[in-house]
């Protein structure tokens, strides 16, 4: 059996990437409802909102599902103990060291699985007793690091023992195969899961990400430290012009405030920020979740056979 869906006692392998002001429990019932493991995004809420989203999510599935903590977030010390009083299973980080919440955590025995962007971080979250990482490339939306999955995934797996679960840029059979390839036990899904049935954003964000193509989306904030992939409309091309010309921080920080929030709940094409990964380009239609986790599994088979590569 899979490592990984026996570690988080899901049918497949596969986990919901931790997508702020998206995920909530409506998402994150629905892919765990579905064989993967869902998970509620907390990086804008305060703690008796997410406290709320998990008793909600229990109330919506009997499996399990998890709680992503964004590390930069005001309120990442009191999410990081309502996953402990709240009996969560399984934690994932992102944006961030989250040592200082591992023993406690480990104590609590909460699953944790830190996303990582280098093998620096994935070598020290093993020595914390992470039980795997989620090695995401910057193919993936919104906040990312410097290095491709495709770069990344073999030099994390030859790095370190726990298993490692594959993240940015797969959207369909063909880049689970090859995250399987690269070394990754399993897969985080977030851009293919935009366009659920059942992912409560705004059918403007939908729509921008059945458009997209390929070259859809851009990376602003690479200036302040604080890399974010989102897809192409006004606000983003105002941002990176803005950026060219070095004004200041604030300036731009005032460009990018309440942003997303513009984007998810009023579709605001013009001055939100619609976080997609690379792979948007892939996703052209709109349908229930399990038919997209199951489709991301059913062509492996068939197609490791067809590969013929020798
Ligand atoms: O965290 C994400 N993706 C996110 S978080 C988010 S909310 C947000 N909104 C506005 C601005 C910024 C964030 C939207 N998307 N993915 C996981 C991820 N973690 N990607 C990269 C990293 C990462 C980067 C550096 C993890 C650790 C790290 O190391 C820092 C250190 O201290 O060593």
Redesign the pocket.
């Known amino acids: 059996m899979n490592q990984i869906a026996k570690l988080l006692g899901t049918k497949y392998p596969l986990i919901q ?5 998206i995920a909530d429990h409506r998402l994150a019932s629905a892919v765990s409802n579905a064989g993967g493991l869902g998970l509620i995004a907390s ?2 809420d305060d703690k008796e909102t997410v406290r709320e989203k998990i008793r909600k999510c229990k109330e919506l599935t009997s499996k399990p599902f998890g709680v ?1 903590i ?4 005001p309120n990442a010390d009191q999410i990081a103990e309502v996953v402990i009083e709240e009996h969560v299973k399984v934690v994932t ?5 989250p040592g200082k919440y591992m023993e406690k955590w480990k104590e609590a025995g909460i699953i944790v699985i ?5 093998t ?2 994935a070598k ?1 979250m093993e020595r914390a007793g992470a039980d795997a990482i ?1 090695a ?1 490339g910057q193919e ?6 410097e290095l491709t999955t495709m770069a990344l995934i073999p030099q994390v797996v030859d790095q370190v023992k726990i298993p490692v679960i594959a ?1 940015g840029g797969i959207g369909d059979y063909r880049g689970v195969l090859a995250a399987f390839a690269l070394g990754a036990k399993g897969i985080q899904v977030g851009t293919a899961l935009l366009v659920a049935d059942e992912c409560p954003i705004h059918q403007n964000y939908k729509d921008m990400v059945l458009r997209a193509k390929d070259s859809d989306t851009i990376v602003t ?1 690479r200036e302040t430290g ?1 890399p ?1 992939r989102v897809l192409k409309n006004p606000m983003a091309r105002e941002y990176v012009l803005l950026s060219q010309k070095g004004v200041s921080r604030e300036e731009l920080e005032r460009l ?1 405030l309440g942003s ?1 929030k513009r984007a998810v709940f009023d579709g605001d094409i013009e001055t939100g ?1 619609f ?1 997609a990964g690379q792979i948007a380009g892939l996703v052209d239609r709109p349908l229930p979740v399990e038919d997209i986790i199951e489709s991301l599994f059913e062509g492996v088979v068939a197609y490791k056979k067809e590969l013929e590569i020798l």
């Open positions: 990437g931790g997508m702020a002001n990086a804008a992503n964004m590390l930069m977030s980080t992102g944006a961030g060291n830190p996303v990582i962007a280098s620096a971080l020290r989620i995401e993936a939306g919104g906040h990312i690091g993240a904030g604080t974010v990018t997303l920020s976080m």
